[in-house]
């Protein structure tokens, strides 16, 4: 990662800007501006490649598909011989499989039995449906104003031409991105290497899945949470478990984190006034701003760069509560490692839903609730706030099938006002 970095300049650049009350937007553009995606790249089998970022555009080195060929099973035929009144009759010249092609030239007149995905035969550039035709000892017959010269043909190179581009580079690659490199004969693809990301927790509070739990302590979730959410970004990740509150653990894990990751997460510790050291190991290790961020869950993140030794890397200090963890790290830390990842921008949809009931809020901040979806006899969506909003109960996280968006500058939502939805589920 780059050394060079300037985290004032780039904050002086923003307008508006107040770490005590900074727009979600706000902040967001400081951290895009602050990270560069990373550069290496490895090539691997196509299968491995899931979910990678594409490194370089790829070019298509062949026509998908490679001739024209039949849509449909049916009958081939040249588009002149279509009867303009009354049924066509063919004579049936032969038969072209799927893979077996009809050899030579269709004599004028005639047709060939074509299966779907055979190769037209030469001269033929139309395929009726079998459907349509009855047979008559070696004549097909079908009546007019079925098809058209031209219909149910595949066109050689109308999937892929060869020497256009098929996929660009930023792809996060899916499932039909896969498909598509077979189409093409690719064994192999250039991807981005992965980014390594480094989290712990911190408070005194906390045990680890296993120990005992002492009075007055709750087990540590945030590494479970933001494991399964880096894990589905396709990270490297590292554990590096729960820190005590003591400087020089602080310390050793952020130097560790910092050797060893591009990006480290810890959570918990931020907010002003905190009993611990996180927040002044933090602010000495490298350039650090702590912000409060107009939005609810999730008021104080800390961003910046840390440095050990030659080591440097990206900090993102999340809050502790473990909605607010989930709900920041969506906000900010989701779309800026992709953007580190290498990965093109892309939109983040939303759903518009009947909100169910009143959502108050003031304009000035953006507020995020976990919503339910049901559908409408109507066919739209409704959207009902969960009843228990606390920042700490993770419950709710799991039942929600989104996050309502109330955005800056909304106020209050009546019930039966369309909101945005922030769906957790996608299809790929
Ligand atoms: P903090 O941001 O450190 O003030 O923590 C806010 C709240 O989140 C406190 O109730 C903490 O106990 C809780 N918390 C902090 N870290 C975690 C964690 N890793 N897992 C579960 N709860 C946490
Ligand atoms: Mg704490």
Not at 14 to 24: C, E, M
Not at 177 to 187: E, N
Not at 383 to 405: D, E, F, K, T
Request: hydrophobic share 45%.
């Amino acid at each position: 990662m780059t050394p060079s970095f300037d985290l004032q300049h780039i904050i002086s650049c923003v307008s508006g800007y107040d770490p005590n009350a900074l727009r979600v937007d706000a902040a967001l553009a400081v951290i895009q501006a602050s990270m560069q995606p990373v550069q290496a790249n490895e090539r691997l089998a196509v299968r491995a490649a899931l979910g990678r970022v594409l490194a370089q555009d790829i070019i298509s080195p062949i026509d998908v598909p490679a001739h024209d060929n039949s849509a449909m099973d049916g009958y081939a035929l040249r588009g002149a011989d279509l009867a303009a009144q009354g049924d066509t009759v063919l004579s049936i010249a032969g038969r072209g499989l799927a893979g077996h092609a009809f050899s030579g030239e269709a004599p004028a007149g005639s047709a060939v039995r074509i299966m779907t995905g055979a190769v037209m035969p030469a001269g033929c550039d139309t395929v009726v449906p079998q459907e349509f035709c009855r047979v008559e000892g070696d004549q097909v017959i079908f009546p007019p104003g079925l098809v058209r010269p031209g219909d149910n043909r595949r066109l050689r190179g109308e999937d892929l031409a060869r020497g256009k581009a098929a996929l660009p580079a930023g792809k996060l690659l899916r499932p039909a991105d896969l498909g598509l490199m077979a189409s093409l004969g690719m064994a192999e693809v250039s991807v981005r290497r992965k980014l390594r990301v480094a989290f712990f927790s911190s408070g005194d509070e906390l045990r680890s899945v296993g120990q005992p739990l002492d009075p007055g302590c709750v087990y540590d979730s945030n590494r479970y949470t933001l494991w399964g959410m880096l894990e589905r970004l396709g990270c490297e990740v590292i554990d590096l478990g729960v820190v005590a509150d003591n400087p020089q653990a602080v310390e050793a894990a952020l130097r560790t984190a910092t050797e060893c990751a591009d990006v480290v997460i810890t959570s918990g510790g931020v907010s002003v006034g905190e009993a611990d050291y996180l927040r002044s190991t933090l602010a000495n290790m490298g350039e650090v701003v702590f912000w409060r961020i107009a939005m609810r869950p999730g008021r104080p993140l800390a961003f910046g760069q840390l440095r050990a030794g030659a080591h440097s890397a990206w900090l993102f200090g999340l809050p502790g509560n473990p909605v607010a963890v989930m709900v920041t790290f969506y906000a900010f830390v989701r779309p800026a490692l992709l953007h580190c990842m290498g990965a093109s921008p892309q939109p983040q949809p939303m759903l518009r839903a009947v909100s169910a009931q009143t959502l108050r809020k003031k304009p000035g901040r953006t507020e995020y609730q976990r919503g339910l979806l049901t559908a409408l006899p109507d066919g739209r969506w409704q959207v009902s706030a969960i009843g228990n909003q606390g920042s700490g109960v993770l419950s709710s996280m799991s039942q929600a099938h989104g996050l309502i968006v109330l955005h800056h500058e909304q106020s209050t939502a009546q019930a039966g006002d369309l909101v945005d939805v922030l769906l957790f589920d996608g299809l790929v």
